[in-house]
């Protein structure tokens, strides 16, 4: 009788143990995804925003300085360089305008033919990562690492976020093994525009390369932006946005 009341006791702590681990794994989990959900609120565009782009590179990168227009509705990104390419960038699909047509465009394609790639600008939801975990937390922020959520050229993500401004402040890019960082992109210099805050400073630092590229955005609220530059149809067509 002793030993069947132990065997139930041991039974029961183990249980007891396994419940309050579940716990803390479902409140951790229920925690994250509440995170990630109050990121990509803020990165939503409402109401619609316009950036203007300065883009520079060093040291000595075989890049044009050059500019460019980033006009944001919603969860989608309208980009336009100056004299070069146009794109719309959404959840898990971003589309180029080339050789008068609209296409997919490839995981990998650069902005503006610097080291930063349209998929680096593709605003946050909770789906642009698969099966996130924490794996820190600290003064930094919280650490999220995942899987891309859509197509990509990159294997494995490591989001550093603000939990108070709710805002990626550092990614960390994994290219072709899970071991291979290849590139840091940091956000900083974050302004007010319409409630939301949005980077006024990303430097892209390409780790093989040994260059930085850095896009200075100057944001400023566009709520007349018109809704045909969010239609994919018009895409292969200049928009006429009006200069800064």
């Known amino acids: 009788m002793r030993r069947g009341r132990r065997g139930r006791t041991t039974r029961a702590v183990a249980a007891a143990g396994l419940a309050v681990l579940l716990a803390g794994r479902t409140a951790e989990a229920r925690n994250l995804a509440e995170l990630l959900a109050a990121v990509a609120a803020n990165e939503r565009f409402e109401p619609p925003a316009r950036a203007d782009v300065t883009i520079a590179c060093t040291p000595d990168c075989p890049v044009v300085h050059?500019?460019?227009?980033?006009?944001?509705?919603?969860?989608?990104?309208?980009?336009?360089?100056?004299?070069?390419?146009?794109?719309?960038?959404?959840?898990?699909?971003?589309?180029?305008?080339?050789?008068?047509?609209?296409?997919?465009?490839?995981?990998?394609?650069?902005?503006?033919?610097?080291?930063?790639?349209?998929?680096?600008?593709?605003?946050?939801?909770?789906?642009?990562?698969?099966?996130?975990?924490?794996?820190?937390?600290?003064?930094?922020?919280?650490?999220?690492?995942a899987a891309p959520g859509g197509p990509s050229s990159y294997v494995l993500l490591v989001e550093t976020i603000d939990p108070d401004r709710r805002i990626v402040t550092k990614t960390q890019e994994y290219e072709e093994s899970i071991g291979n960082l290849t590139r840091f992109l940091r956000r900083s210099a974050f302004t007010d525009v319409g409630g939301h805050l949005r980077p006024g400073e990303i430097a892209l630092e390409n780790l093989r390369k040994g260059t930085t590229t850095r896009l200075t955005l100057r944001w400023r609220p566009m709520p007349d932006a018109p809704p045909s530059l969010f239609d994919p149809s018009t895409l292969a067509k200049p928009a006429g946005l009006p200069a800064p």
Not at 102 to 121: I, N, W
Not at 130 to 138: E, F, I
Request: proline residues 9%; hydrophobic residues 40%; glycine residues 14%.
């Open 66 to 145: 050059s500019t460019a227009t980033l006009v944001g509705r919603g969860d989608t990104l309208y980009v336009e360089v100056k004299d070069g390419e146009r794109a719309l960038l959404g959840p898990g699909a971003v589309r180029v305008a080339a050789g008068g047509a609209v296409k997919d465009a490839p995981p990998g394609t650069a902005f503006a033919g610097t080291d930063v790639r349209l998929e680096d600008l593709v605003p946050f939801t909770p789906a642009s990562l698969a099966t996130p975990l924490v794996s820190d937390d600290g003064p930094a922020g919280v650490v999220v690492t």
